[in-house]
């Protein structure tokens, strides 16, 4: 069955220093990758779309990368502020539109930026 | 609306009373999601509705559970019978189109807890 795994423990960086959050799946061919930010007693907020024949793209602090043989996608801020600190939800989707075929969540990675 | 609308934000109800939960979509949007988020949990996918078509109902957990999308827009999701197991928030999102790579934008919830 297709599994997407995110860092399920907290991940706390210093600020000023890149945060790098992973997104592994199994059993699952997406045509693109998303990367939502979720705030507490928030809904989650679209932050960055990467196609699978993309191997990186960027929005200003934010880096996503996309490989299809690893299965794999790493999410990098750089440049951290306390301000970065939420949940940020990995998302594949297989291209075949909406409803259960379309966008499939991961577990999310809690991310604490230390002043 | 100039985003996606849920009500209420924060329902209490009994064990085995039936709630409704409504979502407004960002206006123009076809495409309507509904996603189930229990405490450490990933998003769980319910319900999605796509302009005329048959909705797909296939994340629905039970047959207590149903939705409907009224002229396009509004819609509601109904629990009968709450259980212990159904508090969760309840997010809502909408997409101006379906397909690949499309990105979809959330309301805040509506937090359920059941009693």
């Known amino acids: 069955s297709q599994k997407i795994e995110q860092n399920s423990e907290a991940l706390n960086i210093q600020e000023g220093k890149t945060a790098t959050l992973t997104c592994n799946y199994t059993?699952?061919?997406?045509?693109?990758l998303q990367w939502y930010r979720q705030d507490p007693g928030r809904g989650p907020v679209f932050l960055l779309l990467?196609?699978?024949?993309?191997k990186e793209k960027r929005k200003e602090r934010l880096k996503v990368t996309f490989d299809t043989t690893l299965k794999q996608s790493l999410f990098h801020i750089t440049a951290s502020q306390p301000a970065d600190s939420a949940t940020y939800l990995c998302?594949?989707?297989?291209?075949?539109?909406?409803?259960?075929?379309?966008?499939?969540f991961g577990k999310g990675t809690h991310l604490i930026i230390q002043p | 609306g100039a985003g996606v609308s849920q009500s209420p934000s924060n329902k209490v109800t009994e064990k085995g009373k039936d709630v409704e939960l409504r979502c407004d979509p960002i206006?123009?949007?076809?495409?309507l999601y509904w996603y189930r988020q229990s405490l450490g949990q990933g998003l769980e996918f319910l319900i999605y509705?796509?302009?005329?078509?048959?909705?797909?109902k296939s994340g629905l957990p039970s047959d207590r559970f149903s939705a409907e999308r009224t002229g396009g827009s509004v819609s509601t999701l109904t629990i009968q019978r709450t259980q212990q197991e159904d508090s969760a928030v309840y997010l809502c999102?909408?997409?101006?189109?379906?397909?690949?790579?499309?990105?979809?934008?959330f309301g805040e919830g509506s937090w359920l807890t059941v009693v």
């Open positions: 999102a909408s997409s101006l189109r379906t397909g690949a790579g499309n990105t979809i934008y």
């Open positions: 059993n699952y061919s997406p045509a693109y």
């Open positions: 990467i196609r699978e024949n993309e």
């Open positions: 998302a594949l989707d297989a291209g075949s539109g909406g409803g259960a075929d379309g966008l499939t």
């Open positions: 206006s123009g949007h076809t495409a």
């Open positions: 509705f796509q302009g005329n078509s048959a909705p797909d």
